[in-house]
C-alpha cells in the first residue's frame, strides 16, 4: 500500500533514504517554534482539523476553497480539512472572548491539508506554526507579531543572510486601486493578481491589469517606489529599536492572497529567493466579526510558518543538528534466572527518569553488548547478587554499585561536568 500522494511519512532518524522526512527533524523545530510563542508571552489553543465547509468558504477567498478537501459526512454535513487555522481561530475567540483579557496573544502548531498542485515546497499536508494578536489595533501589535516571526527564525539558526521579511500594506494598495478604479467589488479580484506577478507569465498578468485599468509600468513604479505608509514606517521604527532591522524590508510586491486581509501583510523569504515562500501573515480586522455574524468585533493579526519550505532551507544552509539519539542504561540479563530481579532494576531506572533499554527475550552476551553499543547507550547494567555491575561505555570503567546506589550513582555520573 502506497501513502497518497502529497502526504508524508516521517521517520526517526537515522533515516532509511535522504529523500525520507525526519521525525526529529520536525519535533526540533516545532520545540523551537513553542519556546519562542512562550518567550514572547503566547499560551497554545487548538482546534479540530475537521470542520464545517462553510467556515472556509466565505471567508478565506477562492485560491483556498480550490483547494479544499471536503466531504459529506455520515450524517449529511458538508465538511472540510482545515487548509489554514484563522477561520478556526477566529470563531474560538467569537465564542469565548469575554474570558480573556486583550490582547489576547495565542499560537498553535496545526497540521493543515491543501488539495494542491505537488511541487518542491507545497505538498498536501503541512504543519505550520501560528500566532495572532487578537484586540490590538495599535501596529505595535504588529511590530511585535513580527519580531516573534524573527526570532521564531532566529531561533533555528537563521540570519539577516538567509531571510528577509517584506512588509507590505493592503491598505496603500487599496488606495493605489481606488484612485484609478471605482469598482470596489473589484479590488480583491486585482490583489489576487498582483499577488501572482512573480509566478504568472507576464502577458497573462498584462492582459489582466489592462482588464482593471492599470498599465504594467504604473504598478512596477508604484512598487519600485516602496514609499512606507505611516503604519509600515512605525513598525520599521518599532523593529530599528529592537535591532531587527536587517529582517525586514518594505515590497510592495507583496499583497496575500487569503481575502479577509486588511491592513498591513508579510510574507518571509530565503534572500537568495529560490524557494517559496518560509512564512505569511498579516492584519484582518474584519474577520471575527463576519465569522461571529457580527455579534464580536474584535481587530486581530497573526502569521503562519509552514515546515517544508523552512526543513528544505535548514537542510541547505546545513542547520539541522544531528538526532542521534543515545540512552542512558542497556541493562543486560545474562542469566535469565534474573529477569525478574533485572526487570524490578529497569522499572526503578525508569521510575528516576533514566532511558533503559534490554533485551525483552533471552540472548546470547556479546548480542545484547552488541546492542548497547549500537543504541548508544552510556551505561550497560549488569545484576550481581544484591549489586550493579555499571560499565561506563565511553571510557569503558567499571564499577560494583549496590543496588540501592545506582539510581545516585548514575545521577552524579550524568551530571554535566
Ligand atoms: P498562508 O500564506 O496560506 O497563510 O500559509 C502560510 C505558510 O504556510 C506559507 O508561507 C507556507 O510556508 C506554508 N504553506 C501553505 N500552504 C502550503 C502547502 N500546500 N505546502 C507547504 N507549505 C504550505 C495562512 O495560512 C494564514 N492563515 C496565516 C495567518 C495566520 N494569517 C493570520 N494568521
Known amino acids: 500500500m502506497e501513502r497518497l ?14 529523500d525520507v522526512w525526519s521525525a526529529d527533524a520536525r519535533q526540533y523545530i516545532v520545540e523551537r517554534w513553542r519556546a519562542t510563542a512562550r518567550r514572547y508571552g503566547f499560551r497554545e489553543y487548538d482546534g479540530p482539523p475537521l470542520e464545517p465547509l462553510e467556515l472556509f468558504t466565505t471567508k478565506s477567498g477562492e485560491e483556498i ?7 459529506i459526512d455520515k450524517g449529511e454535513r458538508p465538511v472540510a480539512l482545515r487548509p489554514e487555522m484563522t477561520p478556526t481561530l ?4 467569537a465564542a469565548h472572548e469575554r474570558n480573556y483579557k486583550k490582547p489576547i496573544k495565542w499560537f498553535a502548531v496545526p497540521q493543515l491539508f491543501r488539495y494542491e498542485r505537488q511541487q518542491k515546497g507545497r505538498l498536501r499536508e503541512h504543519f505550520q506554526f501560528n500566532a495572532d494578536i487578537i484586540g490590538e489595533t495599535s501596529t505595535a501589535a504588529d511590530a511585535e507579531l513580527i519580531a516573534l516571526l ?8 537563521l540570519s539577516e543572510a538567509d531571510f528577509v521579511v517584506r512588509l507590505s500594506s493592503r491598505n496603500a494598495w487599496q488606495q493605489f486601486y481606488a484612485e484609478r478604479n471605482h469598482d470596489s ?6 490583489f489576487q493578481t498582483i499577488d501572482k506577478l512573480e509566478r504568472e507569465k507576464p502577458e497573462v498578468t498584462q492582459e489582466k491589469l489592462r482588464s482593471f485599468g492599470f498599465s504594467i509600468d504604473e504598478i512596477t513604479a508604484f512598487i519600485q517606489r516602496a514609499e512606507p505608509t505611516a503604519e509600515l514606517q512605525q513598525i520599521v521604527d518599532n523593529l530599528a529599536a ?9 515590497d510592495y510586491q507583496v499583497i496575500r492572497g487569503l481575502a479577509y486581509y486588511t491592513g498591513v501583510v508579510f510574507e518571509a523569504f530565503d534572500r537568495k529567493g529560490e524557494l517559496r515562500a518560509i512564512a505569511g501573515g498579516g492584519r484582518y480586522d474584519n474577520l471575527i466579526n463576519l465569522i461571529s455574524g457580527g455579534r464580536v468585533d474584535l481587530a486581530a493579526l497573526g502569521f503562519g510558518i509552514g515546515d517544508i519550505v523552512l526543513l528544505e532551507l535548514l537542510k541547505a544552509r546545513k542547520l539541522l543538528p544531528s538526532f542521534e539519539a543515545g540512552i542512558d542504561v542497556f541493562v543486560l540479563i545474562e ?6 530481579r533485572s526487570l524490578a532494576l529497569i522499572q526503578q531506572l525508569r521510575d528516576a527518569g533514566f532511558s533503559v533499554e534490554y533485551s525483552l527475550t533471552a540472548a ?10 549500537e543504541l548508544k547507550s552510556a551505561f550497560t547494567g549488569r545484576l550481581e547478587a544484591d549489586q550493579v555491575r555499571l560499565k561506563n561505555l565511553r571510557t569503558r570503567e567499571e564499577r560494583l554499585v549496590p543496588s540501592s546506589d545506582v539510581v545516585s550513582f548514575l545521577k552524579n555520573e550524568s551530571r554535566p561536568a
Open 335 to 340: 542469566d535469565e534466572s534474573l529477569r525478574n
Open 90 to 93: 477566529a470563531r474560538m475567540i
Open 5 to 18: 500522494p502529497g502526504f508524508r511519512d516521517f521517520y526517526p532518524e537515522p533515516l532509511p533514504h535522504p
Open 150 to 157: 524573527v526570532d521564531s527564525l532566529r531561533s533555528l539558526g
Open 242 to 250: 529592537r535591532g531587527l532591522s536587517s529582517f525586514v524590508k518594505v
Open 65 to 71: 476553497v480550490g483547494q479544499l478537501y471536503n466531504f
Open 364 to 373: 546470547k552476551p556479546d548480542k545484547q553488548f552488541k546492542r548497547a553499543l
Open 185 to 190: 467589488a473589484k479590488a480583491y479580484d486585482f
